[in-house]
């Protein structure tokens, strides 16, 4: 594919545009319904309307609706990078790319061997939806990690991976894992059989939502400090929270980003852990050998 | 507009957020690792086709050097034999012109010395026959005449001139 072409140039504008179109369609609903109010506030997602469902219904929330977002924006971002892709190669867009692909592999596969190498986009995906979401909040708009429901529902679905890798030798080795190394240790191994997706997901809620909190106190706390100290000035000035400059956004820093990529991460390598550390290869592999071995018998 | 508490928890969030995670991670699996692995797998087999014509070109030209060295070899123990013969024939050739010569020479100085001996002997021969003549010259004379120291010395310088006369 030719890239220096006219056609080539605008497939790409078009794509980097529709790249960010989404995040800007997320701050103008932010922008357009959210409540101004200038109390501290710390809430959960604002709720656009509630769709009527069993089981509470289903509320359409800012979480949900930023995350949609996010998938938006990856998917396009995703057709930017590979757009103009070439045998040859080279070119700086492509090298990124590349990069992602071989480090989310080489990182799949020294966490969790050789044959989860198929695990490498899901990795990626939990990586880059945990920490747009996180980073989201940059922008102004509610990151979806920071509501525990989103959060749940990936745990969820590593906790399914986990069973699913788990029961690869069939039920009855699955039941005994419970039973080992005693008998007596068994209540315990269900706790912590579910405990593994309830603390992947107030991990990451938490670390979030209370660096959004924490943001949002000290916000507070600077914007009163600055009325009690520089409140004496005439006129506007006094109403101005002077030191409100600064802190906060180091504390951004922090929290919106350094803590975000922390905890995308630290999913990512709990998923790939927990998953790899559930499935018993050796078993597995035996089971296979023995399969294969009867398939062989019963042909002959 | 209403909020959500800060811990609440739904069932279908739950459930919309894990496919969510799932749709994004076949966006992943199709739009960025299919293609780049694509691309990835060409240029490797391209690669691997590259290094394959390499060894190729590689493998021809070392036999090409061989049989160019193999010929090589064989001219020059050709040239060796070639000049091992000449010489062979040349020495051959060399003795057998000098045997020639040796022969010739021989063969002369034979012819020589056989031709030197019959001279040699025509010469005896010749004196012999002087001395007979002389002798019968001298003999006859002796018989002719008495024998007076006079006539002798007279007769032997007649002989002896004789012979100056004959022999020259």
């Given amino acids: 594919m030719k890239t220096n072409t006219r056609g080539f140039r605008v497939a790409d504008g078009l794509l980097l545009l529709l790249v960010l179109l989404p995040l800007v369609c997320g701050m103008v609903l932010k922008v357009l319904f959210t409540p101004a109010s200038s109390d501290i506030e710390i809430a959960g997602a604002l709720i656009y309307f509630t769709i009527p469902l069993p089981y509470g219904g289903l509320p359409i929330t800012e979480s949900q609706v930023n995350s949609w977002l996010v998938i938006l924006s990856v998917f396009w971002l995703c057709l930017y990078l590979c757009h103009g892709i070439t045998a040859q190669g080279g070119t700086k867009r492509q090298l990124l790319c590349e990069w992602i692909v071989e480090k989310t592999q080489d990182m799949v596969t020294s966490n969790m061997g050789q044959t989860f190498l198929g695990f490498a986009p899901f990795v990626a995906a939990v990586m880059a939806l945990s920490a747009f979401s996180s980073l989201l909040s940059l922008l102004g708009l509610y990151p979806p990690t920071s509501d525990l429901n989103i959060v749940a529902g990936w745990a969820l679905l590593v906790f399914f991976l986990i069973t699913h890798y788990k029961l690869k030798c069939g039920p009855m080795h699955y039941l005994k894992s419970f039973a080992e190394p005693a008998p007596l240790l068994m209540p315990l191994n269900v706790i912590s059989e579910f405990a593994t997706p309830v603390s992947m997901a107030f991990r990451h809620y938490g670390n979030v939502l209370s660096g959004s909190v924490i943001s949002v106190l000290v916000a507070a706390g600077l914007a009163g400090l600055s009325r009690l100290l520089l409140g004496w000035l005439p006129g506007v000035l006094g109403e101005i929270p002077f030191l409100q400059i600064g802190l906060p956004a180091i504390l951004s820093v922090y929290f919106d980003v350094f803590s975000g990529m922390l905890q995308a991460f630290i999913f990512a390598m709990l998923t790939m852990l927990y998953i790899a550390g559930g499935f018993p290869a050796e078993l597995y592999a035996k089971r296979q050998e023995k399969k294969a071995a009867r398939r062989t018998k019963s042909n002959a | ?168």
């Fill in chain 2, 1 to 168: 507009m209403q909020s959500l508490d800060v811990i609440s928890i739904n069932l279908w969030q739950i459930l919309i957020s894990l496919c969510n995670l799932l749709i994004l991670y076949l966006i992943l699996k199709h739009f960025l690792y299919k293609p780049v692995q694509r691309a990835m797998a060409q240029r490797k087999a391209a690669l691997e086709a590259q290094y394959a014509a390499a060894e190729e070109a590689e493998r021809t030209a070392g036999e090409t050097r061989r049989q160019w060295e193999d010929k090589m070899a064989a001219a020059q123990s050709e040239a060796d034999q070639i000049l091992q013969t000449a010489q062979a024939r040349a020495q051959r050739r060399g003795s057998q012109i000098e045997a020639e010569a040796k022969e010739r020479a021989e063969s002369m100085v034979r012819q020589a010395q056989a031709q030197a001996e019959l001279e040699q002997k025509k010469a005896q021969a010749g004196i012999r026959h002087e001395i007979v003549d002389v002798s019968a010259l001298l003999a006859g004379k002796l018989l002719r005449r008495e024998i007076k120291p006079e006539d002798h010395r007279e007769l032997i310088d007649s002989v002896i001139s004789e012979i100056g006369e004959s022999d020259g």
